[in-house]
T-cell receptor, first 109, second 115 residues
Framework: RKEVEQDPGPFNVPEGATVAFNCTYS??????FFWYRQDCRKEPKLLMS???SGNEDGRFTAQLNRASQYISLLIRDSKLSDSATYLC??????????FGSGTRLQVQP | NAGVMQNPRHLVRRRGQEARLRCSPM?????VYWYRQLPEEGLKFMVY????????ESGMPKERFSAEFPKEGPSILRIQQVVRGDSAAYFC?????????????FGNGTRLTVT
């Protein structure tokens, strides 16, 4: 089993839709979780940290489910500009973050 | 406040040549990480360095690859005798504190093409 797994997608959704991605992790001792956004051929950019109690930033909501060992990212009212690859990052007991392979989102007009 | 700076943005090398990739962390950051991203794949950790120290190189291939972060100057990722399979985007990231508990700030990457 991979340390961090994501559904690669692509998720094709219409503008205005709500879409959710999950990211599962294998190390039950993991403490830090993040979501990154990566546009085509660009560097990953931090979207948000994921806190135990869940957190929201505008249209984006991140949640952590420790029992089932996954984090989720919910995007409400999708915009065309949300089209990108979304990477989760987890501390897996190493000295550096481990990234998932990413989920591709395509928002269509 | 400049972000993480990487150069060159694009690097073309013939098989057997050497590639040198440079990374200057954000001001005030002393922790540098190198990741590799193959086409259509995720980021794979390679090496974590602090000034003058390699802390974790568990993701680095045993041969041909080396990294350093000297007291003065940028961090360098060096690939000797490049092969076509080395073609990838190499991203450097920095953080102000050690470990995987803080988010990473990435540079815009070096795209290496081996012909």
């Amino acid at each position: 089993r991979k340390e961090v797994e994501q559904d690669p997608g692509p998720f094709n959704v219409p503008e205005g839709a709500t879409v959710a991605f999950n990211c599962t992790y294998s190390n039950s001792a993991s403490q830090s979780f993040f979501w990154y956004r990566q546009d085509c051929r660009k560097e990953p950019k931090l979207l948000m940290s994921v806190y135990s109690s869940g957190n929201e930033d505008g249209r984006f909501t991140a949640q952590l489910n420790r029992a089932s060992q996954y984090i989720s990212l919910l995007i409400r009212d999708s915009k065309l500009s949300d089209s990108a690859t979304y990477l989760c990052a987890v501390d897996t007991g190493r000295r550096a973050l481990t990234f998932g392979s990413g989920t591709r989102l395509q928002v269509q007009p | 406040n400049a972000g993480v700076m990487q150069n060159p943005r694009h690097l073309v090398r013939r098989r057997g040549q050497e590639a040198r990739l440079r990374c200057s962390p954000m001001k005030g950051h002393s922790h540098v990480y190198w990741y590799r991203q193959l086409p259509e794949e995720g980021l794979k950790f390679m090496v974590y360095l602090q000034k003058e120290n390699i802390i974790d190189e568990s993701g680095m291939p045993k041969e041909r690859f080396s990294a350093e972060f000297p007291k003065e100057g940028p961090s360098i990722l060096r690939i000797q005798q490049v092969v076509r399979g080395d073609s990838a985007a190499y991203f450097c990231a920095s953080s102000p504190v050690e470990g995987a508990n803080s988010p990473l700030h990435f540079g815009n990457g070096t795209r290496l093409t081996v012909t």
